[in-house]
C-alpha cells in the first residue's frame, strides 16, 4: 500500500509564509508527477501546483509567484513553499501523486492538511 502524509498546515497572517511537504511511502517503484490541490469550503477542489519527474512545473494565475513546488526524489517527498499569503488561500491542502507500484500506476491522495490565512 502507498500512503501520503501532508505536514505543515496552520494558521498564519496575510503576508505571511509556510512551506508544506507530503511524503509517499510504501512498495513505490516510481513517481510521476507530484502535486498539491486546496479546497475551501463550498468550492471544487482545484490545483495548486504540480511537478512532474524531470522537474517541470505549472500553477494556475492564482498563485503564480508566490507559490513554489519542489520535490526530493530520494526521499520521495513534495513540498509547497508559500509566500504572500492572502485569505483566499485559505483551504485544506491535498497532495496527490502519480505512482507505480506492483500492481500498477495509479493516483493516490493524502488526507490533506488546513491552511488558514487570517489577522
Known amino acids: 500500500q502507498v500512503q501520503l502524509v501532508e505536514s505543515g498546515g496552520g494558521l498564519v497572517q496575510p503576508g505571511g509564509s509556510l512551506r508544506l511537504s507530503c511524503a509517499a511511502s510504501?512498495?513505490?517503484?516510481?513517481?510521476?508527477?507530484m502535486g498539491w490541490y486546496r479546497q475551501a469550503p463550498g468550492k471544487q477542489r482545484e490545483l495548486v501546483a504540480v511537478?512532474?519527474?524531470?522537474?517541470?512545473?505549472n500553477y494556475p494565475d492564482s498563485v503564480k509567484g508566490r507559490f513554489t513546488i519542489s520535490r526530493d526524489n530520494a526521499k520521495n517527498t513534495v513540498y509547497l513553499q508559500m509566500n504572500s499569503l492572502k485569505p483566499e488561500d485559505t483551504a485544506v491542502y491535498y497532495c496527490?501523486?502519480?505512482?507505480?507500484?506492483?500492481?500498477?500506476?495509479?493516483?493516490?491522495w493524502g488526507r490533506g492538511t488546513q491552511v488558514t490565512v487570517s489577522s
Open positions: 511537478i512532474i519527474s524531470g522537474g517541470s512545473t
Open positions: 510504501g512498495s513505490i517503484f516510481s513517481i510521476y508527477a
Open positions: 496527490n501523486a502519480d505512482i507505480r507500484t506492483a500492481v500498477g500506476r495509479n493516483a493516490y
